[in-house]
């Protein structure tokens, strides 16, 4: 059971390139989100989204693009990558909280460092 | 802006300690409460979910106090393989039934033979 998988684990980019994380899960979650966690800043939320073709803003989403095309990937786009924006970046994955207890599973990271 | 709080630490304790951790979170009408643990270039992993009576397991105990908002984690007879990361987690509607899961900074925990 491969669970949240993340690809790449480890990027370095160039500023003012551009790339794509991916993040696929095969629990069948509805929820999926991507988090970017620094140094001394804990987790914190980019994107998010509640189903198939739904995004959303989370708490830092300057910078980033999502899509779902598909409710078993969530793909986070850097159009212009800064330096600012390197990070560990986290995939994670939900049932609904609103049925009640339903943690997050996370994806294992990418590590993207800009240049 | 909604805060969950934790003291970074790090607590270093002794193998066969009990050590304990509180986080503090701002939003009364929080509902879900959880405990993460995180190794050093690792992802968060559930460690357990905090449930209103309290839960244990094995050597961890989680209580969750919604008069005074905060949630705990005990550990006790501490081992070295307990050295991580300990995230607390709540969530809470933050509106048109839309869900967010909130992530303290964490505590780190380092036990000491």
Same mark, same amino acid.
């Given at each position: 059971n491969a669970g949240v998988t993340q690809t790449p684990k480890f990027r370095v980019l160039k500023t003012g390139q551009s790339m794509t994380l991916l993040c696929a899960q095969d629990m069948n979650h509805e929820y999926m989100y991507w988090y970017r966690q620094d140094p001394g800043m804990g987790l914190r939320l980019i994107h998010y989204s509640v189903g198939e073709g739904t995004t959303a803003k989370g708490e830092v989403p300057d910078g980033y693009n999502v899509s779902?095309? *598909? *409710?078993q990937n969530f793909l986070l786009g850097l159009e212009s990558a800064a330096p600012s924006q390197t990070s560990v970046y986290f995939c994670a994955s939900s049932y609904p909280p609103r049925t009640g207890n339903q943690p997050q599973h996370f994806g294992d990271g990418t590590r993207l460092s800009i240049l | 802006r909604k805060e969950v709080e934790q003291d970074p630490g790090p607590f270093n304790v002794p193998e066969g300690a009990t050590v304990a951790f509180n986080c503090t979170y701002s939003n009364s009408a929080s509902q879900s409460f959880f405990w993460y643990r995180q190794d050093c270039r690792k992802e968060p992993k559930l460690l357990m979910s905090v449930y209103s009576s309290g839960n244990e397991d094995g050597r961890f105990t989680a209580q969750l106090n919604r008069a005074s908002q905060y949630i705990s984690l005990l550990i006790r007879d501490s081992k070295l393989s307990d050295s991580a990361t300990y995230l607390c987690a709540v969530t809470e509607d933050s509106g048109a039934g839309s869900y967010q899961l909130t992530f303290g900074k964490g505590t780190k925990l380092s036990v000491i033979p």
């Open positions: 779902r095309l *598909k *409710k | -």
